[in-house]
């Protein structure tokens, strides 16, 4: 039953890659996916594809025709600060994320 949830365990934290595994035959009748499911799985995987293409190419346009260029500034001592503290943030939001992506596939 797919509102039980628990056999839709799957070990992969990528959404394209569980979209991709919708598809497979095994995990069809494992996961008990309808056309219906597996078709809106593969929609919203193109929209998040289209979404972030979109937002990089809005970036790359405004690159190449902003008037204002980029330079970094004189000193590099704010961009080593912003690097380790983009990253450990990055790292200390994980579990967070993850954990909440849990509670919210028992959402419906």
Same mark, same amino acid.
């Given at each position: 039953?797919?509102?039980?949830?628990?056999?839709?365990?799957?070990?992969?934290?990528?959404?394209?890659? $569980?979209?991709? $595994?919708?598809?497979?035959?095994?995990?069809?009748?494992?996961?008990? $996916?309808?056309?219906?499911?597996?078709?809106?799985?593969?929609?919203?995987?193109?929209?998040?594809?289209?979404?972030?293409?979109? @937002?990089?190419?809005?970036?790359?346009?405004?690159? @190449?025709?902003?008037?204002?260029?980029?330079?970094?500034?004189?000193?590099?001592?704010?961009?080593?600060?912003?690097?380790?503290?983009?990253?450990?943030?990055?790292?200390?939001?994980?579990?967070?994320?993850?954990?909440?992506?849990?509670?919210?596939?028992?959402?419906?």
């Amino acid at each position: 039953m797919l509102a039980d949830k628990k056999d839709l365990e799957c070990e992969e934290d990528d959404f394209f890659a $569980l979209a991709a $595994l919708c598809f497979t035959k095994h995990n069809v009748d494992k996961w008990m $996916l309808t056309p219906e499911k597996r078709s809106h799985i593969l929609y919203s995987g193109f929209g998040i594809a289209f979404i972030t293409f979109a @937002m990089l190419g809005c970036i790359i346009w405004e690159k @190449m025709t902003s008037s204002v260029k980029f330079a970094f500034p004189e000193s590099y001592s704010v961009f080593l600060v912003k690097v380790p503290c983009a990253i450990a943030l990055h790292i200390t939001l994980y579990p967070e994320v993850a954990h909440g992506m849990e509670i919210m596939k028992f959402a419906h």
